[in-house]
């Protein structure tokens, strides 16, 4: 069974630019989080998708952005970069269901802006 | 609001010692707990979770972690540290009955294994 695939794994980007990020989940899986990982504010959850609908967001501004397509793969986009975006953005695959715990990380996207 | 605290950013130990890094929760209800451990420039990896029954959760790498109501905590525990356990340990909590999608993840705690 394929994991959780995150393209690519790493970025280099700059000031005003913007970035999309891929997550692959794992066949079946119908939920895709995204997350935001820094080493002042830890994990931090961007946004949660399910069946093509984002169903639960996060503070974060409206420069980030997503979508999930009919196949369950999501991509994730921010749009003027700003220094602040560096970090490393994990995506979490899940079958999405009441009372399913079950969910398996990709290794990360890598984004440095410049 | 449910929440995760882990109150300790660095856990040092030497190897061969056992180690304790440490979580507490506040959720409505019963949870669902887990430990994720997560290597540099990696995603998050399954360590054990506490769903139900008892209250001793053993999990991958020989983990342990126990499930502790009256105190609301979670620790996970190991008998004897490896200089490879060194990594980044998350804590988190889905109020029972939800989904992943409910998941709240704690601050972190970096464990070092001194050789």
């Known amino acids: 069974k394929a994991g959780v695939t995150q393209t690519p794994r790493y970025l280099i980007k700059t000031r005003g630019q913007q970035v999309t990020l891929s997550c692959s989940p794992i066949s079946g899986h119908r939920s895709v989080s995204w997350y935001q990982q820094t080493p002042g504010q830890g994990l931090q959850f961007l946004f949660e998708y399910f069946s093509e609908t984002q169903r639960n967001k996060g503070n974060f501004p409206g420069r980030f952005s997503g979508r999930q397509f009919s196949n369950s793969r999501s991509e994730m986009n921010v749009s003027t970069l700003e220094l602040g975006d560096s970090a490393l953005y994990l995506c979490a695959s899940s079958l999405g269901k009441q009372g399913s715990t079950e969910a398996f990380f990709g290794q990360g996207t890598r984004l440095t802006v410049v | 609001a449910q929440s995760v605290a882990q109150p300790e950013d660095q856990v040092n130990v030497a190897e061969g010692n056992p180690l304790t890094v440490k979580c507490t929760y506040s959720v409505s209800g019963n949870p669902y707990l887990f430990w994720y451990v997560q290597y540099p420039n990696r995603g998050l990896q399954f360590l054990l979770k506490y769903i139900t029954g008892d209250n001793l959760v053993k999990g991958s790498y020989g983990f342990e972690a126990e499930f502790n109501k009256s105190q609301t905590s979670f620790h996970l525990k190991k008998p004897s540290a490896l200089v490879s356990d060194s990594a980044l340990y998350f804590c988190?909590?889905?109020?029972?009955?939800?989904?992943?999608?409910?998941?709240?993840f704690g601050t972190g705690t970096k464990l070092q294994v001194i050789p």
């Open positions: 988190a909590v889905i109020p029972l009955g939800g989904g992943y999608q409910k998941v709240t």
